[in-house]
């Protein structure tokens, strides 16, 4: 049946089997139970001569890798795609999240756009280089792996400690990209490919109050109230913008008014110049600027007592160059006096991550180059720096050239792609899926014959 299809509907059918298999990951070591889309993987490989090894970090926390083998001669490449998605908020969908409906020429789910539709194009287009029996000049691996969404610890991270010769490769593709930006429809100067991501620190603030009856609150020192100055003072604290070498090639592209461009681009005035990018504009200032989200705040156990301590957890990404103990004197800098209140401590296990650079002078890059030329002829790859990261930050650490890489419709912009990540109605179009299945098809033949 599969052998019938075009990559691209061989692409959508795969990718709504893997949405139906709703492998959810909220974080904790049960959820996800990634081996039912391991085995829809496994299922998908049957016959094609290869043959898949599934292996657990946990019970059912499966990773699945499929190696075709090439010369020795040349570099491997791994075309590694997260199998778990995030949770969905009940209510919250037009569409049921986990039926894979098509409705006119959009394809929804939890998981279409993060990152399924990658991880499905990924699948056909290993498979169709071992159905064809390619000679190819380096192995390529095809990884559907778990636990991105969780933070890896239970996919790559796991891997690389326990079966790194599994998944070892020269250079990898992974989520995200393809976004066409600038331009008119249909015929955009530039397609996002992400080369980089930011670093991510996470913090913990230990406040301090003193514990009393919460009938008397006069001149207390309740730690809730502190820990809420305090995120005051953490939300409104702006550390200086960064520039960089990659957001102004972005400005570039968009083709804006050359004064608003110039504002973009000017570390003194992007703040008020950002709400000129409509949806981009969280994008652009998070690609500028160490950010400092507060995202757990905990205080207080009865109503009728005063907390004598609370705690507020820290979401930071940095930019590349900025250290542990800047992102420390950041904090310290924007809580001023409320720090004789507070104790910073590390959250253990994933305290701090530096932010990581591919370089864009490789040959994997060329053919990016190359394969996006031919889906929107005219246009270059747009280097760009995530916001979030991906498991691509594991072969960065490594030395390996990691690329976030797809081709998605000329309606796409960063603003609309960035806001269906993670939210309710999750969708696809079509036809990205199919000039993704084309592009990816398209990469595998270039760089490895
Ligand atoms: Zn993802």
Not at 90 to 102: L, R, T, V
Not at 213 to 224: C, E, I, K, L
Not at 250 to 261: K, R
Request: aromatic share 6%; charged share 20%.
């Amino acid at each position: 049946m599969t052998d019938s299809l075009d990559l691209g509907e061989q692409t959508i059918e795969l990718l709504r089997r893997l949405i139906r298999s709703a492998c959810v990951n909220d974080g904790t070591l049960a959820s996800g139970q990634e081996i039912r889309n391991a085995h829809v993987l496994a299922d998908f490989f049957s016959g094609s001569g290869v043959e898949p090894e599934i292996v657990e970090s946990a019970p059912g926390r499966a990773t699945i890798v499929v190696r075709v083998p090439g010369s020795a001669a040349g570099a491997s490449l791994a075309l590694v795609g997260h199998i778990d998605v995030v949770p969905v908020m009940h209510g919250g969908w037009s569409q049921d999240p986990f039926a894979a409906d098509i409705v006119g020429e959009q394809l929804y789910g939890r998981g279409a756009l993060d990152m399924l539709y990658l991880t499905a194009s990924y699948a056909v287009a290993t498979r169709q280089a071992a159905i064809e029996g390619r000679a190819l000049k380096g192995d390529l691996i095809f990884v559907g792996v778990a636990d991105e969404e969780g933070g890896s610890r239970l996919g790559i991270e796991w891997l690389m400690q326990h079966r790194p010769e599994l998944i070892d490769a020269d250079y990898v593709l992974t989520e995200s990209g393809g976004v066409p930006v600038g331009g008119t429809n249909g015929s955009p100067h530039a397609v996002t490919v992400t080369v980089g991501e930011k670093g991510l620190a996470r913090r913990r603030l230990l406040v301090r109050g003193i514990p009393g009856h919460g009938s008397a609150p006069w001149g207390s020192s309740n730690a809730g109230v502190i820990a809420a100055a305090a995120v005051t003072r953490l939300t409104r604290f702006a550390p200086k913008a960064v520039i960089g070498d990659y957001w102004p090639r972005y400005v570039e592209a968009l083709g804006l008014d050359p004064d608003v461009a110039r504002r973009l681009t000017s570390e003194a005035e992007i703040l008020g110049a950002l709400p000129a990018l409509g949806e981009l504009a969280g994008y652009a200032h998070a690609t500028t600027h160490t950010t400092i989200s507060p995202n757990v705040i905990r205080a207080g156990d009865a109503i009728n007592v005063i907390p004598g301590s609370a705690s507020i957890d820290l979401d930071i990404r940095q930019l590349p160059g900025v250290s542990a103990e800047t992102v420390d004197d950041y904090i310290t800098e924007a809580l001023g006096d409320l720090m004789e209140h507070i104790e910073i401590v590390d959250i253990v296990g994933a305290s701090f991550s530096p932010a990581n650079v591919s370089s864009m002078d490789t040959p994997l890059f060329e053919v990016l180059a190359a394969v996006i030329d031919e889906a929107y002829p005219g246009a270059v790859p747009l280097p760009i720096i995530a916001a979030g990261g991906s498991d691509a930050r594991f072969y960065r650490k490594l030395g390996k050239h990691a690329y976030g890489f797809s081709v998605l419709s000329p309606g796409w912009d960063y603003g609309r792609f960035r806001h269906l990540i993670h939210a309710n109605d999750e969708n696809i179009d079509l036809d990205s899926v199919r000039r993704t299945a084309r592009a990816l098809d398209g990469v595998v033949r270039r760089f490895l014959g």
